[in-house]
Structure formats: C-alpha cells, structure tokens
C-alpha cells in the first residue's frame, strides 16, 4: 500500500511562495496522476492540480495563474508552489494519489498552512 | 460554495440506516463516476466508495453507494458510533478538467 508523507513551510506572509512536497513510499511511482488538494472552512475541499510522472501536469483555472506542480521521478516525489499568498490561501493542503475512476486512494497526512500580514 | 450539494448535517441512532445526498450536473455527476470520502476529526479524508458503488479493499459492506442521473447517494447500514465523521462526495467535471467535491455532510450518531 503506498504511503504519502508531505512537508513545507506551515506559516506565511502575504504575498510568499507557498512551497510544499511530497513523498511517496511503498509502491509504483507510475501510471497515476499525483494531486494537490486544500481544505479550508469557508471553500471545503478544493482541488489544486495534478502531474503525472511524465511531467503532464493539469490544474484548477481558478488557481492557474499562481500554481506550479513538479514532479522529481528519481527521489519520488512531487510538489507544489503557489505564489503570492493572500489570507484566502489559508487551508490544510493534501497531497494524493488520483486513480481517475479508481478516486484519490492515498493521502498525505496534510499541512496547515496559515498566511498572516 | 461547493459545486456538489450535500446537505450539512446528517443523524441516527446506532444500527439504524442512514443516507446522505449528494446531487450535481450533467457536467459532473452526469458524465462521470461518483465517489465518496469518510474525514474523521483531524484526519485526511478516506476513499469510501468509487466508480459510484465499488468499495476499496477494507471498506465494510455497510457501506453502499449509487447512482442516478446528476444525484448520488451514500448509505451507511448498521450504524456505529466510529461512523460519525464528515462525508463528502466527488466528481469528474468537465468544466474544470478535475475533480469537485460535495461541501460535506457531518454525521452525527446520536
């Protein structure tokens, strides 16, 4: 069964780059897309984008202009940077596997990440 | 707002059944599979259900899902009190080229 465990910086100012990343232990880093997902109490969960091992990657349009996903094959792990934060960013952000049809069958263990002025 | 719609709050009593809706669009729902997630407090959410009423490895049978049309639904039979926790249901859209959630329906068991 893989595992997902994700790390980043947890607390931001207004206008920072979010950077966080994860890792992904336990089985086959290929055939699926490898998301990120964020969960705030105003918005619900709200997903990011996604990559592939390829490189491919495909993101929310709401979010597109900020977001850049990466993906390094060679220590398995992918990542996310989402730039100029604002307070609206504030949310615990997921890592996940995306199976398609299969749904999202592994998290990570979640980042609160909080922007402060 | 959640492009999903789920009711906020759901309640039973151990052992009875409960079902929690979950409705959308034709660009959603409509086209695509549904899936369902359980979140216990502080935890990430689990995949509960896929491809509308299949259940992943470990799931008890308790759990059931369908689907018709725009509208899904999740039924838990035989309620337990470690079933109380957030569900929230998923789809395919079209319109984003991603997945969208339900808001969630906290499940309490009274």
């Known amino acids: 069964q893989v595992q997902l465990q994700q790390w980043g910086t947890g607390l931001l100012k207004t206008s920072e780059t979010l950077s966080l990343t994860c890792g992904v232990y336990?089985?086959?880093?290929?055939?699926?897309?490898w998301s990120w997902i964020r969960q705030s109490p105003g918005k619900g969960l709200e997903w990011i984008g996604e990559i592939n091992r390829s490189g491919s990657t495909n993101y929310n349009p709401s979010l597109k202009s900020r977001v850049t996903i990466s993906i390094d094959t060679s220590k398995e792990q992918f990542s996310l940077k989402l730039n100029s934060v604002t307070a609206a960013d504030t949310a615990v952000y997921y890592c996940?596997?995306?199976?398609?049809?299969?749904?999202?069958?592994?998290w990570g263990q979640g980042t609160q990440v909080t922007v402060s002025s | 707002q959640s492009v999903l719609t789920q009711p906020p709050s759901a309640s039973a009593t151990p052992g009875q059944t409960v079902t929690i809706s979950c409705s959308g669009s034709?660009?959603?729902?409509?086209?695509?599979?549904v899936k369902w997630y359980q979140q216990l407090p502080g935890t990430a959410p689990k995949l509960l259900i896929y491809?509308?009423?299949e259940r992943p490895s470990g799931v008890p049978d308790r759990f059931s899902g369908s689907k018709s049309g725009t509208s899904a639904s999740l039924a838990i039979s035989g309620l337990q009190s470690e079933d109380e926790a957030d569900y929230y249901c998923a789809a395919w859209d079209d319109r984003l080229s991603g997945p969208v959630f339900g808001g969630g329906t906290k499940l309490t068991v009274l």
């Open positions: 336990g089985g086959s880093f290929s055939g699926d897309y």
């Open positions: 491809n509308n009423d």
């Open positions: 996940a596997r995306d199976r398609g049809a299969q749904g999202l069958d592994s």
């Open positions: 034709s660009s959603n729902i409509g086209g695509s599979t």
